[in-house]
């Protein structure tokens, strides 16, 4: 399976990167949202992918019974979706109050920070 | 989102979910669960009862601000990591007391730090993830 | 420029007098030890900082540590309370206190370290403090640019400093001064040269020798108190210290000796003539401190015990003299309100005690006896005669101590005994509180001289064998040392001197001539600043475009490049393709996965994007259920369902994707996406192909349920194993909640100011 996520992984980034480079800044979201997707799974798919067993020790045991998943990335990950949500969260208030203000959704006419003519504010 | 039906069963869906997500808090340590789950069960719960009775109307059953939550759960869960000092162990090294017993097996019930750690983890992610969800309900 | 200064308002407030008293304590504090370090030898302070780096907070108190602790403190607690009295009733006298008393500790810091990182971090807070101290009168713009130019060249000069430091510490082994300097000379061993440039660069920045000196005067714009302790036992000696107690390690070699005595020698007598030039008092005394910080770098090139000495001594009385003196100058500017040397003259009669006190520190200033400075220049001329080049040494060594005659009595004699001067203001005595200081130094000064067997056996002995690496033969503080050269060299430093005090202001006329057509350090600085500015201000203009997919795209394409390059350059086995045991439904999610991103890509529909986003969250969910990760599965499923909540109730409020319903397409864009995903594919495949450790893995198998009492190990490893991380990450939930909250709310309350008139639905475009 690591073989097939690898793929599904290189093409939700290809994905994520093309949108990432658009200009429409909701498309860019979008890219974030499909990136945090690939980057958990490859965190998932570098500690090895197993089937069907859970990371749990049994009533009873004292380790778990058998090969399980290894939990170790899936802690990580767990939590790198919580964070991503935030993330995701922070970046469509930003896009929203842009919007807001600016009223476009054009990174490339977003130039309050580094206006055109910026050379003239630098003095 | 005006419909009768939807409110109604809302209320009882929202309690709930609301059980459901302490049930998963709770049950964590040892099953799926915890508190990153439970928290976000939680903010489905309320989430669900803002669509359907609008965000002032979950926010005063709520009764206390969500951000107010998050900051005390990071309270809690920094207590629970302070604890370990009064034992002169590490930061954040789990705490065991075990209630009428010296050990799992032999004791009734055990109180320890890292389930006060998972509250206070619960009660972050509830409370973020509310107040983000309320803010873009009355903002946009 | 004299502060304001209110002569009613309240000084003792309660920010001034506890810095006065919190440095009263350190210095009796030290005081202690006066009788301890000569008898038993140097104390030392160990805390573990980072151990693993050889990182430790280690104090190591001996004699020259000692000497310049007492001057620290001593000076420090009296020209606290002087600029108690000096700001009194400053709006911003508070602020003063502390940065003064930081710098204060910051400087303690520095010359009590032992560990060469700890040196070097109080070295930069010591710049760091001493640039708020020059740029306290923060309104006025020339006041700011010199504190700029004096944090700018001096914290270069600390980077040098601290490569330098590294590469001691790496080649020696050690980071600590006690060890290093135990260890004898390093000159003879590999990168001592580099070290040695590297050490001197920060030192010479430091302590402003020639060329790197005009920033020295620069920072005479800070309030006088300040200039009296940056000047005198502080700041500036920060260089001289490093090379004190450096002497033992970096001294012996013949570029030590002759770049010491070059740059020192040249520095003296350049200062001492740029001294006599000034008619600000004040400029004239801040050019006398380049003069002795040349001499003391002159005299530590040697490595006799005689030159040694005449350094340590001859720091101790510039010290004393100097910080009495600005102090004194303080007081004439204050009362009389001016510090012009042509202005001031018969201020004895007013100001009696402040005149009793400048006399004093100016006899010592010009080294005549029974003051400790004619032992220090006596010993100054027997120490030259023993060094390298010594005619060189020589020549110079009585060049600057004549022209420091002549300026003793330009700044100490004639404004107090000379003839009446024109005055703005009618002089008084100054308040108690300011006249303290300088008469306490000047006595100080007098007493050392008077009893030079007290001093050399408490002060000047200790740190000579500190600097020496060995104790010294003792005895050589004597105010008569019998008839011999070097005697007859201080009558004729005396004769030169008071002729050049009487040609002096002839002499500044020509000098003032010469130095308009001179190289100007100073504006060159300027020059070099404005050069910086406009390459910085070129490569931004070529770097930074200001556009978000620019920035985006080189980030990609830097990623890709330097990912593949490692690949290529580090080749291994041609990952397989393994699709053995992916079934049927492991096909099925893919296809959903990959469905549901052909969507978002491709749609102009915000509603079809968002049900493509559900649709690769959800079949991401799958994985997680099918492949034993319930809890990631749950957790991914239930953020999916926020997401979609969030965006639908956000992107209904926002426009159409594209204008015309038909986005366009970007074939170079599209080339990097499949360039960036094969890239992680190939990165991925090779992970997944290279054995697995399960070291950790098996740990926490083991550990979960027999250590920390919890059955579900993903969990345990997120609330026991690693709770700092989880801690972490939930403080940064938190924080991106609220930022987003002050986004929405916040953009709701103020409205737009400078946004253009919101033009109808004219940002729904798309290239």
Same mark, same amino acid.
């Given at each position: 399976?690591?073989?097939?996520?690898?793929?599904?992984?290189?093409?939700?980034?290809?994905?994520?990167?093309?949108?990432?480079?658009?200009?429409?800044?909701?498309?860019?979201?979008?890219?974030? &949202?499909?990136?945090?997707?690939?980057?958990?799974?490859? &965190?998932?798919?570098?500690?090895?992918?197993?089937?069907?067993?859970?990371?749990?020790?049994?009533?009873?045991?004292?380790?778990?019974?058998?090969?399980?998943?290894?939990?170790?990335?899936?802690?990580?990950?767990?939590?790198? &979706?919580? &964070?991503?949500?935030?993330?995701?969260?922070?970046?469509?208030?930003?896009?929203?109050?842009?919007?807001?203000?600016?009223?476009?959704?054009?990174?490339?006419?977003?130039?309050?920070?580094?206006?055109?003519?910026?050379?003239?504010?630098?003095? | 989102?005006?419909?009768? +039906?939807?409110?109604?069963?809302?209320?009882?869906?929202?309690?709930?979910?609301?059980?459901?997500?302490?049930?998963?808090?709770?049950?964590?340590?040892?099953?799926?669960?915890?508190?990153?789950?439970?928290?976000?069960?939680?903010?489905?719960?309320? +989430?669900?009862?803002?669509?359907?009775?609008?965000?002032?109307?979950?926010?005063?059953?709520?009764?206390?601000?969500?951000?107010? +939550?998050?900051?005390?759960?990071?309270?809690?869960?920094?207590?629970?990591?302070?604890?370990?000092?009064?034992?002169?162990?590490?930061?954040?090294?789990?705490?065991?007391?075990?209630?009428?017993?010296?050990?799992?097996?032999?004791?009734?019930?055990?109180?320890?730090?890292?389930?006060?750690?998972?509250?206070?983890?619960?009660?972050?992610?509830?409370?973020?993830?509310?107040?983000?969800?309320?803010?873009?309900?009355?903002?946009? | 420029?004299?502060?304001?200064?209110?002569?009613?308002? /309240?000084?003792?407030?309660?920010?001034?007098?506890?810095?006065?008293?919190?440095?009263?304590?350190?210095?009796?504090?030290?005081?202690?030890?006066? %009788?301890?370090? %000569?008898?038993?030898?140097?104390?030392?302070?160990?805390?573990?900082?980072?151990?693993?780096?050889?990182?430790?907070?280690?104090?190591?108190?001996?004699?020259?540590?000692?000497?310049?602790?007492?001057?620290?403190?001593?000076?420090?607690?009296? $020209?606290?309370?002087?600029?108690?009295?000096?700001?009194?009733?400053?709006?911003?006298?508070?602020?003063?206190?502390?940065?003064?008393?930081?710098?204060?500790?910051?400087?303690?810091?520095?010359? *009590?370290?032992?560990?060469?990182?700890? *040196?070097?971090?109080?070295?930069?807070?010591?710049?760091?403090?001493?640039?708020?101290?020059?740029?306290?009168?923060?309104?006025?713009?020339?006041?700011? @640019?010199?504190?700029?130019?004096?944090?700018?060249?001096?914290?270069?000069?600390?980077?040098?400093?601290?490569?330098?430091?590294?590469?001691?510490?790496?080649?020696?082994?050690? =980071?600590?001064?006690?060890?290093?300097?135990?260890?004898?000379?390093?000159?003879?061993?590999?990168?001592?040269?580099?070290?040695?440039?590297?050490?001197?660069?920060?030192?010479?920045?430091?302590?402003?020798?020639?060329?790197?000196?005009?920033?020295?005067?620069?920072?005479?714009?800070?309030?006088?108190?300040?200039?009296?302790?940056?000047?005198?036992?502080?700041?500036?000696?920060?260089?001289?210290?490093?090379?004190?107690?450096?002497?033992?390690?970096?001294?012996?070699?013949?570029?030590?000796?002759?770049?010491?005595?070059?740059?020192?020698?040249?520095?003296?007598?350049?200062?001492?003539?740029?001294?006599?030039?000034?008619?600000?008092?004040?400029?004239?005394?801040?050019?006398?401190?380049?003069?002795?910080?040349?001499?003391?770098?002159?005299?530590?090139?040697?490595?006799?015990?005689?030159?040694?000495?005449?350094?340590?001594?001859?720091?101790?009385?510039?010290?004393?003299?100097?910080?009495?003196?600005?102090?004194?100058?303080?007081?004439?500017?204050?009362?009389?309100?001016?510090?012009?040397?042509?202005?001031?003259?018969?201020?004895?009669?007013?100001? %009696?005690?402040?005149?009793?006190?400048?006399?004093?520190?100016?006899?010592?200033?010009?080294?005549?006896? /029974?003051?400790?400075?004619?032992?220090?220049?006596?010993?100054?001329?027997?120490?030259?005669?023993?060094?390298?080049?010594?005619?060189?040494?020589?020549?110079?060594?009585?060049?600057?101590?004549?022209?420091?005659?002549?300026?003793?009595?330009?700044?100490?004699?004639?404004?107090?005994?000379?003839?009446?001067?024109?005055?703005?203001?009618?002089?008084?005595?100054?308040?108690?509180?300011?006249?303290?200081?300088?008469?306490?130094?000047?006595?100080?000064?007098?007493?050392?001289?008077?009893?030079?067997?007290?001093?050399?056996?408490?002060?000047?002995?200790?740190?000579?064998?500190?600097?020496? #690496?060995?104790?010294?033969?003792?005895?050589? *503080?004597?105010?008569?040392?019998?008839?011999?050269?070097?005697?007859?060299?201080?009558?004729?430093?005396?004769?030169?001197?008071?002729?050049?005090?009487?040609?002096?202001?002839?002499?500044?006329?020509?000098?003032?001539?010469?130095?308009?057509?001179?190289?100007?350090?100073?504006?060159?600085?300027? !020059?070099?600043?404005?050069?910086?500015?406009?390459?910085?201000?070129?490569?931004?203009?070529?770097?930074?475009?200001?556009? *978000?997919?620019?920035?985006? =795209?080189?980030?990609?394409?830097?990623?890709?490049?330097? $990912?593949?390059?490692?690949?290529?350059?580090? %080749?291994?086995?041609? /990952?397989?393709?393994?699709?053995?045991?992916?079934?049927?439904?492991?096909? #099925?999610?893919?296809?959903?996965?990959?469905?549901?991103?052909?969507?978002?890509?491709?749609?102009?529909?915000?509603?079809?994007?968002?049900?493509?986003?559900?649709?690769?969250?959800?079949?991401?969910?799958?994985?997680?259920?099918?492949?034993?990760?319930?809890?990631?599965?749950?957790?991914?499923?239930?953020?999916?369902?926020?997401?979609?909540?969030?965006?639908?109730?956000?992107?209904?409020?926002?426009?159409?994707?594209?204008?015309?319903?038909?986005?366009?397409?970007?074939?170079?864009?599209?080339?990097?996406?499949?360039?960036?995903?094969?890239?992680?594919?190939?990165?991925?495949?090779? !992970?997944?192909?290279?054995?697995?450790?399960?070291?950790?893995?098996?740990?926490?198998?083991?550990?979960?349920?027999?250590?920390? =009492?919890?059955?579900?190990?993903?969990?345990?490893?997120? !609330?026991?194993? @690693?709770?700092?991380?989880?801690?972490?990450?939930?403080?940064?939930?938190?924080?991106?909640?609220?930022?987003?909250?002050?986004?929405?709310?916040?953009?709701?309350?103020?409205?737009?100011?400078?946004?253009?008139?919101?033009?109808?639905?004219?940002?729904?475009?798309?290239?």
């Amino acid at each position: 399976m690591e073989a097939l996520t690898a793929l599904v992984v290189g093409l939700l980034v290809a994905a994520s990167v093309y949108l990432m480079l658009a200009r429409n800044f909701m498309r860019f979201l979008f890219g974030l &949202i499909l990136l945090s997707n690939a980057a958990n799974l490859v &965190i998932f798919a570098s500690g090895r992918m197993t089937k069907g067993a859970p990371a749990l020790v049994p009533y009873g045991a004292d380790t778990p019974a058998g090969v399980v998943g290894n939990a170790l990335p899936q802690a990580l990950v767990l939590t790198a &979706i919580v &964070i991503g949500f935030g993330l995701l969260a922070f970046t469509l208030a930003l896009a929203f109050e842009t919007y807001r203000r600016l009223r476009t959704m054009d990174t490339d006419k977003m130039r309050v920070a580094e206006p055109k003519d910026a050379d003239e504010d630098m003095k | 989102m005006n419909s009768i +039906i939807f409110t109604a069963g809302a209320r009882i869906l929202v309690a709930l979910l609301f059980v459901f997500s302490l049930f998963m808090l709770l049950r964590g340590h040892h099953l799926p669960g915890g508190g990153f789950i439970g928290g976000l069960l939680g903010a489905v719960a309320f +989430i669900v009862y803002s669509l359907a009775c609008g965000p002032a109307e979950a926010k005063s059953a709520l009764r206390v601000s969500p951000e107010g +939550i998050a900051i005390v759960g990071l309270g809690i869960a920094l207590v629970a990591g302070l604890v370990s000092f009064l034992f002169g162990d590490p930061f954040f090294t789990g705490q065991w007391y075990w209630v009428g017993g010296d050990s799992y097996e032999t004791s009734l019930f055990s109180l320890n730090t890292v389930l006060v750690f998972d509250i206070g983890v619960y009660l972050v992610v509830l409370g973020s993830i509310l107040s983000l969800a309320y803010a873009f309900e009355e903002e946009t | 420029m004299a502060e304001p200064s209110d002569p009613n308002a /309240p000084w003792v407030t309660p920010a001034g007098m506890i810095t006065v008293a919190l440095t009263a304590t350190l210095f009796l504090f030290f005081l202690q030890y006066l %009788p301890v370090v %000569p008898r038993d030898g140097a104390v030392q302070w160990v805390w573990d900082w980072i151990p693993s780096l050889q990182v430790r907070l280690s104090f190591w108190l001996d004699g020259l540590s000692l000497m310049f602790a007492l001057l620290i403190t001593g000076i420090g607690t009296l $020209v606290m309370l002087y600029a108690a009295r000096y700001l009194a009733g400053h709006p911003q006298y508070n602020r003063f206190a502390l940065y003064l008393f930081s710098f204060m500790l910051s400087m303690l810091g520095l010359v *009590l370290a032992d560990n060469l990182i700890a *040196l070097f971090v109080f070295w930069e807070l010591t710049t760091f403090t001493s640039y708020l101290l020059i740029g306290f009168s923060h309104t006025d713009p020339k006041s700011r @640019r010199n504190a700029l130019q004096a944090l700018l060249l001096t914290a270069a000069g600390g980077l040098a400093l601290l490569a330098g430091f590294i590469l001691i510490g790496v080649t020696q082994g050690t =980071f600590e001064l006690s060890q290093l300097n135990a260890a004898g000379s390093m000159a003879e061993q590999p990168y001592y040269l580099g070290i040695l440039i590297l050490v001197l660069l920060g030192a010479f920045t430091k302590s402003a020798q020639v060329p790197f000196h005009f920033w020295l005067p620069n920072a005479m714009a800070a309030p006088t108190p300040v200039s009296a302790y940056l000047h005198s036992a502080t700041m500036v000696k920060g260089g001289v210290y490093l090379l004190a107690r450096m002497h033992p390690s970096l001294s012996g070699s013949d570029v030590w000796i002759y770049t010491l005595t070059i740059f020192g020698g040249v520095t003296a007598v350049f200062a001492s003539f740029m001294a006599l030039r000034q008619t600000d008092l004040k400029q004239t005394l801040a050019y006398t401190t380049l003069m002795a910080l040349g001499t003391l770098v002159m005299f530590l090139a040697g490595s006799s015990g005689y030159a040694i000495t005449a350094a340590m001594t001859f720091l101790l009385v510039h010290s004393l003299y100097k910080a009495g003196l600005f102090l004194v100058i303080g007081i004439v500017d204050h009362e009389t309100g001016t510090r012009d040397a042509n202005l001031l003259g018969g201020l004895a009669r007013a100001m %009696p005690i402040t005149a009793l006190a400048a006399g004093l520190s100016g006899l010592a200033m010009a080294g005549l006896p /029974p003051f400790l400075g004619f032992i220090a220049k006596e010993l100054s001329y027997a120490g030259a005669l023993t060094m390298a080049i010594s005619w060189f040494v020589v020549i110079m060594g009585m060049a600057a101590f004549a022209l420091m005659f002549a300026v003793a009595l330009i700044v100490a004699w004639k404004p107090f005994f000379g003839p009446q001067g024109d005055l703005p203001r009618k002089p008084h005595e100054g308040p108690w509180a300011m006249v303290l200081g300088p008469a306490m130094l000047s006595v100080i000064g007098l007493l050392a001289g008077l009893l030079p067997g007290v001093t050399a056996y408490y002060l000047v002995e200790p740190a000579v064998a500190a600097v020496m #690496g060995a104790p010294d033969v003792g005895g050589r *503080l004597k105010l008569w040392a019998g008839f011999n050269l070097p005697l007859v060299l201080s009558l004729l430093t005396f004769a030169l001197g008071f002729v050049l005090y009487l040609v002096h202001a002839r002499l500044r006329a020509m000098l003032a001539a010469m130095e308009a057509r001179a190289i100007d350090m100073d504006a060159g600085w300027d !020059v070099l600043l404005d050069r910086f500015m406009a390459v910085a201000k070129g490569q931004t203009r070529v770097i930074q475009t200001g556009v *978000l997919r620019h920035y985006m =795209f080189v980030t990609f394409a830097v990623f890709a490049l330097t $990912v593949l390059g490692t690949l290529v350059l580090r %080749p291994a086995a041609a /990952p397989a393709l393994n699709f053995a045991g992916t079934g049927f439904v492991e096909w #099925g999610i893919a296809a959903l996965i990959v469905a549901g991103t052909m969507v978002v890509v491709l749609t102009s529909s915000r509603i079809a994007a968002l049900v493509g986003l559900g649709v690769v969250g959800i079949g991401v969910a799958l994985i997680f259920i099918a492949y034993s990760a319930p809890d990631v599965a749950i957790t991914q499923i239930l953020v999916e369902l926020l997401v979609v909540v969030l965006l639908a109730v956000a992107l209904l409020k926002m426009p159409h994707l594209d204008r015309t319903g038909k986005q366009s397409h970007r074939p170079f864009d599209a080339g990097l996406a499949v360039l960036v995903g094969g890239v992680t594919t190939w990165v991925l495949l090779r !992970v997944t192909n290279t054995p697995f450790d399960r070291r950790l893995t098996d740990f926490f198998e083991a550990s979960s349920w027999t250590e920390a =009492f919890g059955r579900n190990i993903v969990n345990v490893i997120l !609330v026991d194993f @690693r709770t700092l991380d989880t801690f972490g990450e939930i403080a940064v939930v938190i924080v991106a909640a609220l930022g987003a909250f002050a986004l929405l709310k916040g953009g709701a309350k103020r409205p737009p100011e400078d946004a253009p008139e919101p033009a109808p639905e004219t940002a729904r475009e798309e290239r």
